[in-house]
């Protein structure tokens, strides 16, 4: 933005991990082209993005938050010597350390106040030295200082907040006149408005697809003739533009501002050639100038809100593509919740099909007529013609499987009008809350309110999920409710057949005429204090839940209101946080060292007691008997010290899984195995988390605890039901930690925790777990619950397809409308990035699936 002048796509955001070459038209390439010469130091993502461009340059590590000191050292280290030298035209510096304290530790660091005096500093040393250089120069110089980004209240960026997306921009110059009478007021001005100005002072052309406007104070002091032309080359750049990419731009109000400022702007030339200096032409210059302004203004405005081009054809094929695989999905749903839990997709068997065959003779027609016709460049028809054939078959199969599944749900219902003493199902309370939420949550994807502020969609549908489960602990175990209707689907769990049922040829289930199957009660009421405690829990899950939506305001529209989590934060309560910080860890090792081995165990408290000694010594606690230390490190050693014991939980989590799938009757070493896996990937959480989110980590541990004792296993809930509510949860702690559907909430400093350089995988990795945190333990523990259940051969595999399903409906739907809103007020803003959060929710969710589909192998092999 801040060189061409134009608008970055959204996608650039996920480009900024491996920036390419720009290739747009840019106010460096143009000063290249114009044989200046240019120095850079600082972010290395302009040496990416224009290579070659600069005669000499030194970049440093962008993503490496960790350093705020180093990463601006050296830049400052060559200060001295170019500024002493005459070669060059244009010296860039880009400082990083004040952004990475924003992400490290927020805007009230301590951090802030030193690091934007040493920014000073180098400002003076750099305007001092220019002036020096001036006494022996024709020309005046210039420096311009700006922030690419602004900071939220966490540190993050990328969201639209006032603090986000206002940061200063100072233009100073000997060429400047003053005008008396005071200070200036501050303009408000785009970002994409340097390019354009720049490009006039240096006198080179303006980036052609630039939609920023010149900043006139830069020129006012010059002749009105001069000014008069720097505003014509602006507005004919921009009504070109408008032009290309425009079809009725002649309706534009911007473009016939345009022509009506040439008409008077010819004018004014008449009089200046006449030689007139009256007051005539003054005043009609100065109308000239206003009538450009306001044609700049409202130039800039169209084309910012119209220039965005879409690969529509693109869309279109992705967008079938994933409906074909959420209506096979949908299609399936009988035949992989039925008893044997056998699933097969028939995307082989279309090939022999008349219907495959046409479908993919009308796609590949379609395909060459939009590719050989389009002048605007496209994804899809850029492959190659083989890739491209290979979607086309994909899509083909996909079709002819969900006409075949289809088919299959035909002719079994059928079957089942033929059976006339088919008893009549019944939804239960909590099923139809189960299918309404869902509903619920995927209508709301369509209002960009309900897309800010979605955890509040999550917090509402657990808190009546909780209320639901209070009403069936009360039938079932005090109102002796017997009676309750018969099960919709059929689940490996909780239910009495008292004889098997019928199965057609195609698969499905069909009960016996004279049998039903029925809701299996508990098999002894618990008494006593149990009953109460069952009874109770979902009040303790409503407390925890309540308690954790105070610690972080998230969302946007009450984003800036105090929450605790800012109070515990803040400098003046580290003796609070430590003692919060303390005790969460120390929940954290009584549930979590349960289902572990001794040496697991052990493993697991030195390794909760090393993320203290992290915290501390990156300053964000304290040790009880050195409450007033100040030694500040990047805790590189005490992180890997908890590393070792990460990986080691890990690895004999692993190997009990091993050993299980060679040991066919060995079902403890397996359940052992799964639950140290999920250990290990606790105290990975706890390392990662900021400290005032302990607090997060232990509550879901409880939770999952209170559930699974008091609810889950007394109630008998099915696979389906089960796998829901972890979802929902899982849901629910990703936004308990603070995460939104902003990019700004995404904490990548934990991409570096115990690293001293950027090492790209691993940071991303870890950037992504941290991300992901909740709903990823909420997966791990569905696993090993369901697992730990000997009679539930085939809950894996239904939770498996209900995970994936209940995952597909959102993303294939908010696909659905982000296409149809691509041209919504707030689709940079709002609708972008919850779509880039789908795209990676998706992506943790096909991880679940296969760990659900590896540990599913593991017990057809153990059998």
């Not at 970049?59 to 280290?77: A, I, L, M, P």
């Not at 924003?102 to 951090?111: A, D, E, K, Q």
Request: charge should be neutral.
């Amino acid at each position: 933005a801040l060189m061409t002048g134009s608008l970055p796509g959204f996608i650039d955001v996920v480009r900024n991990l491996n920036s390419p070459v720009l290739l747009e038209d840019n106010v460096i390439g143009q000063a290249k082209a114009a044989g200046k010469r240019m120095i850079f130091y600082g972010d290395e993502t302009w040496v990416k993005l224009f290579p070659k461009h600069f005669v000499e340059y030194d970049g440093t590590t962008s993503f490496f938050v960790s350093d705020y000191t180093e990463v601006d050292n050296n830049v400052t280290r060559h200060l001295d010597k170019v500024l002493k030298r005459g070669d060059w035209d244009l010296l860039i510096l880009h400082y990083l350390g004040l952004d990475h304290i924003g992400h490290v530790s927020g805007p009230s660091s301590p951090l802030i106040g030193h690091k934007l005096s040493e920014m000073d500093s180098v400002l003076m040393k750099i305007h001092t030295s220019l002036l020096a250089k001036e006494r022996d120069s024709v020309l005046p110089s210039l420096l311009v200082l700006c922030g690419d980004h602004g900071m939220s209240e966490t540190g993050g960026h990328g969201a639209s907040s006032a603090g986000e997306v206002n940061t200063p921009l100072i233009l100073i110059s000997s060429a400047f006149q003053r005008k008396p009478g005071g200070i200036r007021r501050p303009q408000r001005v785009q970002q994409t408005d340097l390019a354009a100005t720049l490009a006039v002072g240096l006198g080179l052309p303006i980036p052609k697809d630039s939609v920023g406007s010149l900043l006139f104070p830069v020129v006012e002091g010059k002749p009105m003739r001069e000014q008069l032309r720097f505003l014509h080359l602006n507005t004919v750049q921009l009504s070109k533009l408008l032009q290309e990419n425009v079809p009725s731009y002649e309706k534009d109000p911007g473009f016939e501002q345009f022509k009506m400022s040439e008409r008077l702007h010819g004018n004014w030339v008449r009089l200046y050639l006449e030689e007139n200096r009256s007051e005539v032409l003054v005043n009609l210059g100065t109308k000239v100038i206003r009538q450009y302004l306001d044609a700049l203004r409202t130039l800039s405005v169209s084309l910012s809100t119209q220039v965005a081009q879409y690969d529509v054809y693109s869309m279109v094929v992705g967008t079938i593509m994933v409906l074909e695989v959420l209506a096979l999905l949908l299609l399936s749903t009988p035949q992989a919740l039925r008893t044997e839990a056998e699933l097969e997709v028939p995307l082989l068997s279309p090939a022999f099909s008349l219907l495959f065959y046409l479908t993919f003779l009308v796609l590949w027609a379609i395909h060459v007529i939009v590719c050989t016709s389009t002048e605007s460049s496209c994804y899809f028809c850029s492959l190659s013609w083989p890739a491209a054939g290979g979607v086309m078959l994909l899509l083909s199969a996909l079709l002819c499987a969900a006409v075949s599944a289809l088919a299959k749900m035909c002719r079994a219902r059928s079957l089942l009008r033929k059976n006339p003493a088919r008893p009549h199902s019944k939804w239960s309370e909590l099923e139809l809350l189960i299918v309404c939420g869902t509903l619920g949550h995927v209508l709301s994807l369509g209002g960009s309110s309900f897309v800010e502020e979605e955890h509040q969609t999550w917090y509402f549908l657990i808190n009546t999920l909780c209320l639901a489960l209070t009403q069936e602990i009360c039938r079932n175990y005090f109102l002796d409710d017997g009676d309750e209707p018969p099960r919709r689907f059929p689940v490996e769990q909780g239910l009495d057949c008292a004889a098997p049922a019928l199965q057609d040829s195609g698969g499905y289930c069909v009960p016996r005429p004279d049998r039903v199957c029925k809701r299996r009660l508990p098999s002894a009421v618990p008494g006593g204090r149990q009953r109460w405690m069952v009874l109770a829990s979902p009040w303790l899950i409503l407390a925890c839940c309540r308690l954790l939506r105070s610690l972080n305001q998230t969302g946007v529209q009450w984003a800036h209101l105090p929450d605790l989590g800012h109070w515990l934060t803040s400098s003046d309560h580290k003796a609070e946080l430590s003692a919060l910080a303390a005790l969460s860890l120390l929940v954290v090792f009584v549930l979590a060292q349960r289902g572990c081995s001794p040496v697991s165990k052990g493993a697991l408290a030195l390794g909760l007691l090393g993320v203290y000694c992290y915290r501390v010594a990156v300053g964000n606690v304290l040790f009880p008997w050195r409450p007033d230390s100040r030694d500040i490190s990047k805790g590189i050693i005490e992180a890997r010290f908890v590393y070792v014991f990460v990986l080691g939980i890990l690895f004999t989590g692993t190997k009990d899984l091993l050993k299980s799938q060679v040991l066919a009757a060995d079902f403890k070493t397996k359940t052992v195995g799964l639950w140290e896996i999920f250990s290990g990937l606790v105290l990975l959480a706890a390392l990662l988390s900021r400290p005032h989110n302990l607090p997060v980590l232990a509550s879901s541990l409880l939770i999952q605890m209170v559930m699974t004792s008091f609810i889950w296993k007394p109630l008998r809930h099915s696979t389906a039901e089960i796998t829901v509510m972890h979802y929902w949860f899982g849901q629910a702690f990703f936004y308990f930690q603070g995460n939104s559907n902003n990019i700004a909430t995404v904490d990548i400093s934990a991409g570096f925790v115990g690293f001293d350089a950027y090492v790209e995988t691993p940071a991303m990795l870890l950037t992504a777990f941290a991300t992901y945190v909740g709903p990823l333990l909420w997966a791990c523990h569905l696993v090993h619950f369901l697992s730990s259940e000997r009679s539930s051969g085939t809950a894996l595999s239904h939770a498996c397809f209900c995970y994936a399903l209940i995952c597909s409906i959102p993303v294939a739907v908010y696909i659905v409308l982000v296409s149809s809103l691509r041209y919504h007020l707030f689709i940079w803003s709002v609708f972008s990035p919850k779509l880039l959060y789908e795209g990676m929710h998706l992506l943790v969710t096909a991880a679940v699936c296969a760990f659900f589909t590896a540990m599913d192998r593991t017990s057809i092999t153990a059998s």
